[in-house]
């Protein structure tokens, strides 16, 4: 019960932080950006346009979004500092994190599956499909999966590396190291970067199973979600 | 949710060596520091003077449950506040740096902060105890820091069955809330619970029935009731507010003998001497006479006098004043110190007196007799041999008076 009146409570306070012009700046970021990733990527071929541009969207947007949408709940803040005013009353430190976690991700997972989906459509919209292109509604029902995945995967890492750093820094580390060494061998296995472009159909880090990398991708953010929980506690 | 009542006789607040540091320096260092603080607190209030370099902020920091500290034990009705989720719902805290949970308003905002606790509170009514209820529909971002203080005080103050309540600066910034009710309410949660009101005004100490210094991280001394024991016994002082009439009020309080120091300090320098306005702080040696000039100056001056309080010792002064008796203290252990050393050496002295040295000859520093040496008068001259004391040993003969040029019998 308490768990989830905290859970709850972290919730409703990183909800209030996203009701504000930052997160609408985000959500235009989120619509625009993949909108003219998909037009350069069409105009230079139409034949594997969607891919080109889900690739992209993938490599850069998504990660970009996600760390500002689970940035903006916490502020430039530790995590555990950011959650302090709900548990000097005696709301659960890790169960409260876990709601701001979990409300970035979902706002993570929100604006990636439209950026993705945006992505789609406005690289095959009245184009014609290549030999080896999916169907147009394959690649809508792939990404209406894997974008909110990848995000939750995101978040969840966000969420650790926020409780690291006296502002929270560690998130930042966090980012630079997915987009350094995030599909490479074991890194591209725990970080998400690389589940994701196994998902897509990019390279397979350490040749996980297309079909496994999403179970990874799940059991990364159960952990570090749960890691968060825990050091929050602490 | 149930709560653990405190045994019979064991203190509701329990501080054990406690070594702690806030983070409220540049870069989230350490501004104070407390340095193995101990303190057991049952239901009572105490005020705890000091700075946040004195270890202030630290001290609240570990009692409501925001840091654990480096070392030692906090425990509030027996139970550690930074993990105990349940007992923290029970602990009042108002903070420095007031911080409500955001929320799309603050009577979400405070319908968050209690639905924690162990019985519910609607969240109108929390607000309406304090007047506050115009501020519900208002976003948190939109509150002045004031206004928020206003609420915190509000919710800290309608914690059911509270365990503890932590009130740092209680009467900093209360432009929302009456200073008197805040006042009542505190010392109505004190027949419950332990009231820590942690402060570095000494007037605001003033109001709580026992004042401890936090003094460089150690509570340094204790006092009961009113401020005079925190500082040194100063001249009684009452600070005057004139809105007219000042300088001669002032002319009038100086053929007073009743103020013997009279500090003067003009808001408005008119023309017209009666207009003049100002602040006086006057000084003397008894605080009813000093009250009783003021009135009889008043009246012969004509002058219009606001308001009339007492005046409390700065923070300055009560660290002078602890670090003298810190001082004072210290010189006397160590001249206590240095009498035990000087009677041990004496006992020591004596006793190599007492004990024969090698053949016989007195132990160095022992009295003289032997060798050239004289029994002094009154001294009997020990034996020669003592089988008593040494035993069964080869008897040895101490040469007689007048014999030192000869060697001693082997």
């Not at chain 1, 930052?22 to 105009?43: D, G, H, N, Q």
């Not at chain 1, 184009?127 to 292109?133: L, V």
Request: proline fraction near 7%; aromatic fraction near 4%.
């Amino acid at each position: 019960m308490s768990a989830v009146v905290s859970a709850r409570a972290g919730a409703r306070m990183a909800i209030a932080r996203l009701q504000g012009r930052a997160a609408i700046a985000v959500a235009f970021v989120a619509l625009v950006v993949p909108i003219i990733v998909a037009l350069v990527e069409r105009r230079e071929a139409t034949a594997g346009a969607s891919d080109r541009a889900l690739s992209t969207v993938f490599r850069f947007v998504v990660p970009l979004l996600t760390f500002s949408l689970s940035q903006l709940p916490i502020g430039g803040k530790n995590l555990r500092d950011a959650v302090w005013p709900a548990a000097r009353f005696g709301l659960h430190r890790g169960f409260v994190a876990l709601g701001h976690v979990a409300v970035g991700g979902a706002a993570g997972a929100i604006a990636s599956l439209l950026a993705a989906v945006v992505a789609v459509l406005v690289a095959r919209l009245g184009a014609p499909s290549g030999p080896s292109d999916m169907t147009l509604a394959s690649d809508v029902v792939a990404t209406i999966w894997i974008a909110p995945l990848v995000a939750f995967a995101y978040a969840a890492w966000f969420g650790l590396g926020a409780t690291f750093g006296r502002s929270g820094g560690g998130r930042g580390y966090v980012l630079l190291a997915d987009f350094l060494v995030g599909s490479l061998g074991v890194f591209g296995v725990l970080l998400p970067r690389g589940s994701a472009y196994n998902l897509i159909g990019l390279s397979a880090p350490l040749d996980v199973p297309q079909r496994a990398a999403s179970g990874v991708l799940v059991a990364v953010t159960i952990v570090c979600a749960a890691v968060c929980a825990l050091r929050c506690k602490r | 949710m149930t709560t653990a009542p405190t045994q019979p006789g064991q203190p509701a607040l329990v501080l054990r060596d406690v070594v702690a540091r806030d983070a409220a320096g540049a870069k989230a260092t350490a501004r104070g520091m407390l340095y193995g603080v101990s303190l057991d607190l049952g239901a009572t209030d105490v005020a705890v003077v000091g700075a946040i370099e004195d270890g202030t902020l630290a001290l609240a920091e570990v009692l409501v449950g925001r840091f654990r500290p480096d070392r030692g034990t906090v425990r509030v009705q027996g139970k550690d506040p930074f993990n105990a989720v349940e007992l923290r719902c029970r602990i009042a805290s108002i903070g420095i740096d007031p911080a409500l949970p955001l929320a799309a308003s603050v009577l979400a905002s405070v319908d968050l902060a209690t639905s924690a606790w162990p019985s519910p509170v609607a969240a109108a009514d929390v607000l309406a105890r304090f007047g506050l209820g115009a501020l519900g529909p208002r976003a948190v971002a939109s509150l002045t820091a004031s206004e928020v203080r206003a609420v915190e005080i509000a919710l800290a103050l309608a914690i059911p069955d509270p365990a503890l309540v932590v009130a740092l600066e209680p009467f900093a910034d209360l432009s929302m809330v009456p200073r008197a009710r805040l006042e009542e309410a505190l010392a109505e949660r004190a027949r419950v619970c332990p009231v820590v009101a942690i402060t570095s005004s000494p007037a605001d100490a003033k109001r709580f029935g026992r004042s401890v210094v936090l003094h460089r991280g150690a509570f340094a001394r204790s006092t009961e009731g009113a401020h005079a024991g925190l500082a040194p016994a100063l001249d009684a002082s009452l600070t005057v507010w004139v809105s007219s009439g000042a300088r001669e009020l002032v002319a009038a309080l100086s053929r007073d003998p009743a103020a013997s120091s009279i500090a003067f300090d003009a808001t408005t320098n008119d023309a017209d001497a009666h207009a003049t306005s100002g602040i006086l702080r006057v000084s003397g040696k008894d605080a009813d006479a000093l009250a009783l000039a003021i009135a009889d100056a008043t009246r012969a001056s004509g002058a219009a006098v606001t308001a009339v309080a007492e005046g409390a010792p700065g923070l300055a002064e009560v660290r002078a004043a602890t670090e003298h008796e810190l001082r004072s203290r210290q010189l006397a252990s160590q001249q206590m110190r240095a009498l035990e050393m000087q009677a041990q050496a004496q006992m020591m002295a004596m006793q190599r007196a007492q004990m024969p040295g090698p053949y016989g000859m007195p132990a160095p520093g022992a009295q003289p007799y032997g060798y050239g040496g004289a029994p002094q008068q009154g001294v009997p001259a020990p034996p020669a041999f003592s089988p008593q004391a040494r035993g069964k040993e080869e008897p040895v003969v101490s040469p007689s008076p007048g014999t030192g040029d000869k060697e001693p019998p082997r």
